[in-house]
């Protein structure tokens, strides 16, 4: 059956609103081209049957370079990537997860993608109008289908395209720092119908199994043999996901794969990539240089990886990415794109930056022998979430100076810069604390101010003291007034803070509910009898936004110490 590929086509309504508006973008700039497609239901090892959707040129009698996509969403997206697909002379595949619209089976969300996806490969190649070369791609979720193909791949895939997508569910996703990511977890999982039982997995520990290992890529470097391009954000959920894959297959991947990953990054919330908000991530609006045209971007990427045609990928840089900058001065320097042969560049330096009692922010190390700083964590009241890495809380850049202003938040800032300040590379904080509770967080958020007193977030991060000495399981109770350091992992940036701004450092006990609340006693949730199953129904936004007091909870009083023997700090990568 031959039809026609237009813009009027409907989109099903996608739950997620950033995939709903990235469908559109690519709806516009859709032409029209004749296509034949066939719909099979697919079989798995274990009988179950995947509902898939198969786009062929008309009239085609060659075998092609196919392109598949799985979807949790509903494959009916698929239609609006056809014709730029088919175009290029690809077959173009899109399949429903297990248990998802009309597939067969029930969804484990991601815990059956490893071998979903091995099968689905392995009959996508045997088929007449496959040529053997098969190529996967996708975003977020359809993102972690891919990444979870890692433990098993076929070997008839050739090549990925995997956009903002966490590479280990567990660290990228669901309990990054060892905080559980409250919002994007529950939010997600309840609100796009899946079964409560996958909720329950989730939170049945807060522990690095082997539940989470099957789907960490990281686990299986030997068995990937493909390029994979890793598109991020430096507002991206998944950010951390998309590097830490590029870093470790660029390095321990299989031949065929080692040297052979790629990076792009970008000034993008998730999906901002997409054109949908225009240029604004946040608070903040950059210039049309940020933009990324996605579509021509990915078929060039498999010309080169499926056709054998040169683009570019490898004879170029492994690492595209956009340096933000002041976007009230069009004369400041950043706001434009850098390539760099590794991340974090060669050429960015980690300086330590130190906290100091008078709320100053400097490279000079502090002198006094005792200087100590106190907040109150309280559970009951936590620091709120403005910003930030998120998904279905507002995203990107935000003024933070709303919650500065709270007693249970300590602020540190430099002077005015006399020069412009690049700071581009991997950013970490190094705190020493103590305090009188079992457990507790340190959250850690990095600002650039502007002249008009705008702090406007870069990038933040938190980490969970029962994981201070990994995530395989939990560390002793914290010892009352014994003095701690951990490291804080605020992710990565490349930003040039332009002259008259300052960088400023925040440190809190919570970021609430990017990050769920510490109860202070040692252990994960609170969770009622039937609690879960009623938020799901009822409220799922409403029951995130409010904490999971336990019965012995309680405020958390938490000493920062800044003095020369334990100098707390920052670790700000700049880039010469």
Not at 181 to 195: E, I, M, S, T, Y
Not at 200 to 223: A, F, G, R, V
Not at 399 to 417: G, M, S, Y
Request: include cysteine.
């Amino acid at each position: 059956m031959t039809k026609k590929l237009t813009t009027a086509l409907i989109i099903k309504k996608i739950s997620i609103t950033v995939f709903a508006a990235f469908m559109i973008t690519m709806l516009f700039s859709a032409g029209t081209w004749a296509y034949e497609k066939e719909f099979v239901m697919v079989p798995m090892r274990d009988g179950v049957k995947l509902a898939t959707d198969i786009y062929l040129p008309s009239n085609n009698n060659k075998k092609l370079p196919v392109i598949l996509m799985r979807t949790p969403y509903g494959r009916e997206m698929g239609a609006i990537f056809a014709t730029q697909v088919l175009s290029k002379r690809y077959a173009w595949v899109v399949q429903d997860t297990r248990g998802r619209f009309d597939s067969e089976g029930t969804s484990m969300s991601f815990m059956d993608d490893t071998d979903d996806g091995r099968d689905t490969i392995d009959w996508i190649g045997k088929q007449k109008w496959c040529n053997g070369k098969v190529g996967t791609t996708g975003i977020s979720a359809m993102g972690i289908t891919q990444y979870a193909m890692a433990a098993d791949p076929s070997p008839y895939l050739k090549s990925q395209y995997v956009m903002a997508a966490a590479g280990s569910l567990y660290h990228d996703a669901a309990h990054e720092g060892g905080g559980f990511r409250r919002a994007l977890v529950l939010k997600w999982v309840g609100g796009n119908d899946f079964p409560i039982k996958i909720l329950k997995l989730l939170l049945s520990t807060q522990h690095y199994i082997d539940l989470w290992k099957k789907n960490n890529i990281h686990e299986h470097l030997e068995n990937i043999h493909y390029p994979i391009l890793h598109m991020g954000g430096w507002y991206d959920i998944f950010l951390e996901g998309n590097i830490r894959a590029f870093q470790d297959i660029q390095e321990n991947g299989a031949e065929g794969a080692r040297g052979r990953q790629r990076l792009v990054v970008g000034p993008w919330t998730h999906g901002g990539w997409c054109g949908m908000a225009g240029t604004k991530q946040g608070q903040l609006t950059y210039p049309v240089n940020s933009k990324y045209n996605l579509i021509k971007k990915m078929m060039n990427w498999f010309d080169e990886t499926l056709k054998g045609k040169d683009k570019g990928y490898f004879s170029g840089p492994a690492v595209r990415y956009y340096v933000m900058g002041d976007v009230d001065d069009e004369n400041a320097p950043g706001n434009s794109w850098r390539s760099a042969d590794t991340w974090p560049p060669k050429n960015s330096m980690p300086t330590s930056y130190y906290f100091h009692n008078d709320g100053t922010l400097s490279t000079e190390k502090p002198a006094a022998d005792d200087d100590v700083m106190k907040i109150v964590s309280d559970p009951a009241n936590p620091v709120p979430t403005v910003g930030g890495a998120n998904l279905s809380l507002p995203a990107g850049s935000f003024d933070q100076r709303k919650i500065e202003k709270r007693d249970d938040v300590l602020v540190f800032t430099t002077p005015a810069l006399t020069k412009p300040l690049d700071v581009t590379g991997d950013l970490r904080a190094i705190v020493y604390f103590s305090t009188d509770v079992p457990d507790t967080d340190i959250a850690v958020r990095l600002m650039d101010v502007y002249p008009d007193g705008r702090s406007m977030l870069v990038a933040d991060g938190l980490v969970r003291a029962i994981h201070r000495n990994g995530m395989d399981g939990p560390a002793p109770p914290l010892e009352k007034g014994k003095i701690y350091e951990m490291e804080v992992n605020v992710t990565a940036t490349s930003l040039i803070f332009n002259k008259g701004h300052r960088v400023r450092v925040s440190l809190a006990g919570s970021n609430f509910p990017r990050f769920d609340i510490n109860l202070h006693n040692g252990k994960f949730l609170d969770l009622q009898e039937g609690e879960l199953e009623k938020a799901v129904k009822e409220n799922i936004g409403r029951y995130v936004s409010k904490p999971d007091l336990a019965v012995d909870t309680r405020p958390a009083n938490i000493t920062f110490y800044v003095d020369a023997e334990h100098p707390s700090h920052f670790l700000l990568p700049l880039y010469e």
